[in-house]
Structures are given as structure tokens and as C-alpha cells.
């Protein structure tokens, strides 16, 4: 299995490391600032300004596969991994490049299985970096882990689908700019399969009877201007055709949109664990304690070491269920995702909450990228789907593959 970057690739890379160096870390401070003062659910002038940088770059919508035809910024899954690990060192980094979750996986949702009038009215405005977008699934009075337990109700109502529920921690439902959320409901909730009680639609945020009741937190944080929101659903119409693939679809859409996305998350967070750790190495250098610098103490040294091991092998875990997925596409590659679901979270964590350790009291506070990147890391343990689904799944393909042989 060859990992060496095409020349396209590394060509890529130091684009995108020398954007980072002169636009994204430089503003880091600015950004907070922007989101302090102004409307915090409106996005900040300088995010837009460095967009428009990004864009006339050609650094833009770099996570679309190659073969998604028109839509595709032409690279395969496991060429864009080391491009999503660069962007995941900074929390915002990917949405100045238009590479960032939730849009991500609703523009792929939308280039693979909308209509021509759904990928025109909103696919095309989600690639141009006009709007936002959201994905509502998961509810506050279910355990979402198992998504048949979702109870939202969208049911067919003339031209029309009504659809009533109560949904949270929708990311990006709290942006001024989200303008469509893909919304999970049961359109048959009495199927013999419960696999095909579910459905995916298009809503509108302007659409009557959508409240959205407050952003919710991650360990304190807020996540402005994207936000995690509470949202009712009240009587919302939308008209049939906003439906995406058909009735009963649902779950083979969710499947498509989760392989893909789980491997973006999974690339940022090496690229988290791998800032903090570079952050972790000066600190160790600079830093005098008891007569000789961090880096001479035993411990100090070990916890380096260890997090560059953890940090390598959750990349190349991560790099060969993306290649996997290349070659048959997220089914084929559905223990590997399952793997580096469980890997790559637990260990940004473990590396991160090193460097909290070793930044002492900065660590934890505001004037460092590293307390936010915990709360961050520690949240993608429960998105997509939370550690103990994934295990309880692998371990049940793999027990079941041992049987057969």
C-alpha cells in the first residue's frame, strides 16, 4: 500500500501550508474577536475576506471525490486525507476552504442523490460558498445512537409533506447564513423493516414552524458562529418534491453521507493531536521548571514520544481506510471507518489533554487553541455515531468473519 504523495498532492499541501501560515494563524485571535463584539451567529468579516482568498486560490471544495463528475474537485478519497488533516489544525480552518462538516457531507448527499432542481437550487449556492447548510438527525428524547429510535414524523400531506419533531445539537442551524437543513424523519414508522421507516427532506430554514429554541454547548463552548441548535419542527410543509431519492430511503443515504464524512473528521483530528503536539514540543523546550527545561524531565519525554506514535498510527489507519474506500467505496471499507472511529477521537483526546498538562494553566484557558480542541475532539467520540456502537459493530463483523473461515 503506497502512501506517497502524487506531486499533485504535495503540491496541494504546501498550498495549503502556506495559506494557513500567512491567513489562517495569523487571525486566529482576530476571528474570536469578530465573534465577541458582532452577532455571533453571523459569520465574521474576516472569515468571509479569507473565503474569497481561499477561493481565488483555488484551495475550494478540494473534498469532493473524483467521482462525483462535474461537482468533483478530482482527487480521490485518500489524496484529499493529508489536505483535511492540515485544515483540522485549526477548528474553522475547513469552512474557509468550503471543506467543512455539515456542508461537506450534505453537498456530497446532494451531488450523489438530489434531483437536478435540488442540486441546482441548493447544491450549487452550498459549492459557491453563498450559504450554509445543516443536518438534522439526532433528538434529545431518543437514544439517536440507533436511528430507528428517531421519532420525528414526516408524513404525506397532498403535494406536500408535513413534518413535526424535536431535534438538537444540529450544527450549523444556528448560522445566520444556513439557509436548508436535510432533515431525518419516519415517513412509514409502521414498516415490518425498520430500515425503511425513514426518509431524508429538504427544509428550508425560512420555512413557517421551524423554531430554533437555543444553541447548545459542548463543554462550554458555543461553537459561534455555527452553533449546535435545539430546533422544533412544528407543522413545517415543504413540497413533495424536496424529498431526496424516495420514501424509505433514508438509511441508505445516511450509510453514502458517513463513510466519507467520518474520514474527514478522523483526518482533522490527526491534525489537531498533530499541532498540539508540536505545540507540546516547544513548550517542553522553552519552559524552566525546577532548575532545567520540561524537555529534560523523564516523564515530559515520554509523553512526546507516545503521543507521536498514537498520532502516527491513527494517520495511517485512517489513510488506508481511505484508500480502502477508494478501491469499493464505503461498504467495503466499513471496518476500517469503524476502526478509525474508535482510534482517532480517543486519541486526539489523549494527545490534546497531554499538551493541556504541560501548558500548565494556559492550557485550559482561553489565550490557547488547546481547551477548545479537547471540548472538539472529546464531542467527535459521540458524533457520527458514539464509540460503543462502533465496537459493538466491528466486533460483530469480525466474530462473524471468524466463523466463516
Known sequence: MDFEFSPKVESLRERLFAFMDEHIYPNEALLARQIESGDRWDSPEILETLK??????????????????????????????????????????SEVFNCSAPDTGNMEVLARYGSKQQQQQWLVPLLNGEIRSAFAMTEPDVASSDATNVQTSIKRDGDDYRINGHKWYISGACNRRTKIMIVMGKTDPDNDNRYQQQSM???????????????????????????????????????????????????????????????????????????????????????IAFGKPLSKQQSVREDIARSACEIEQARLLTLKAASKMDEGG????????????????????????????????????????????????????????????????????????????
Open 52 to 93: 474569497a482568498r481561499a477561493k481565488k486560490a483555488d484551495l475550494w471544495n478540494l473534498f469532493l471525490p473524483k467521482d462525483y463528475g462535474e461537482f468533483s474537485a478530482g482527487l480521490t478519497t485518500l489524496e484529499y486525507a493529508p489536505l483535511a488533516e492540515i485544515m483540522g489544525r485549526v477548528l474553522w480552518a
Open 201 to 287: 427532506i429538504l427544509v428550508p430554514m425560512d420555512a413557517d414552524g421551524i423554531q430554533i429554541l437555543r444553541p447548545m454547548k459542548v463543554l462550554g463552548f458555543d461553537d459561534a458562529p455555527e452553533g449546535h441548535a435545539e430546533v422544533i419542527f412544528d407543522n413545517v410543509r415543504v413540497p413533495a418534491s424536496n424529498l431526496l431519492l424516495g420514501e424509505g430511503r433514508g438509511f441508505e443515504i445516511a450509510q453514502g453521507r458517513l463513510g466519507p464524512g467520518r474520514i474527514h473528521h478522523c483526518m482533522r483530528l490527526v491534525g489537531m493531536a498533530q499541532r498540539a503536539l508540536e505545540a507540546m514540543c516547544e513548550r517542553a523546550e522553552s519552559r
Open 330 to 405: 464505503s461498504k467495503s471499507a466499513k471496518d476500517l471507518i469503524a476502526m478509525i472511529k474508535i482510534v482517532a477521537p480517543t486519541m486526539a483526546c489523549t494527545v490534546i489533554d497531554r499538551a493541556i498538562q504541560l501548558h500548565g494553566a494556559a492550557g485550559v484557558s482561553q489565550d490557547l487553541f488547546l481547551a477548545h480542541a479537547y471540548a472538539a475532539a472529546r464531542s467527535v467520540r459521540l458524533a457520527d455515531g458514539p464509540d460503543q456502537v462502533h465496537m459493538m459493530q466491528l466486533g460483530r463483523n469480525l466474530a462473524a468473519a471468524a466463523k466463516k473461515r
